[in-house]
């Protein structure tokens, strides 16, 4: 729903409270033979564009940045499959207060990357193509020992429920062998089950 509708539901919505017995005036009686009055503007539609994207990012974000105390950051707004916008915030490096570039400057993404994997997981469960209660081992091409008889799920996986025991070594991998090379690394390095799946986060 574009900002404009919400607005004007919000302002038709508040019309029609104080409605009636209000305490809101009401409109004079127009005199007999009284020129017309001229017919009111509707309310114009405007499509946000990167000027306004970049009028509120760049009003929010350093402040943001001041209040969490963090260095610098990046933000880049896609729309219909395009850049609408990237902006850099911030330093790159503090010491030598060289400024974030959005074009150059690298941020590790951590868990922020769930939610682009969970959106194409769920447009594979649309498609048929992944049933998120089936054991996992059949969309793998190595394999997780069951627990207690029960296989690990996509919907375990989603929820971090699958039961895996904690373990931070190696979370950020440094060894050039592994570099960009998740499977790999999981097929020689993978965690324990400690618990049942969809028991304990």
């Avoid at 943001?64 to 915030?89: H, P, S």
């Avoid at 070594?169 to 965690?191: A, E, H, Q, V």
Wanted: hydrophobic share 40%; aromatic share 8%; net charge neutral.
């Amino acid at each position: 729903m574009r900002l404009t509708a919400i607005l004007t539901a919000a302002l038709g919505a508040a019309l029609l409270l104080a409605g009636p017995g209000s305490s809101q005036p009401t409109a004079a009686t127009p005199a007999k033979n009284a020129p017309a009055a001229p017919p009111v503007p509707g309310p114009t539609t405007h499509t946000l564009d990167a000027t306004d994207v970049n009028a509120w990012l760049d009003g929010f974000v350093p402040y943001a940045l001041k209040q969490g105390d963090i260095a610098g950051g990046v933000v880049v707004v896609v729309k219909d499959g395009q850049v609408l916008t990237e902006r850099g915030y911030g330093f790159a490096d503090v010491a030598a207060e060289k400024p974030v570039d959005p074009k150059v400057t690298l941020f590790r993404p951590g868990s922020i990357s769930k939610l682009f994997t969970w959106t194409a997981v769920m447009q594979q469960v649309e498609a048929g193509k992944i049933n998120l209660d089936a054991d996992i081992n059949q969309y793998l091409d190595f394999k997780i020992p069951a627990r207690n008889g029960q296989p690990i799920t996509m919907r375990n996986l989603m929820s971090h429920t699958p039961g895996f025991e904690e373990d931070i070594k190696g979370l950020i991998i440094s060894n050039p062998k592994y570099f960009m090379k998740l499977g790999p690394y999981l097929k020689d390095w993978t965690p324990h089950r400690i618990y049942p799946a969809g028991e304990q986060s």
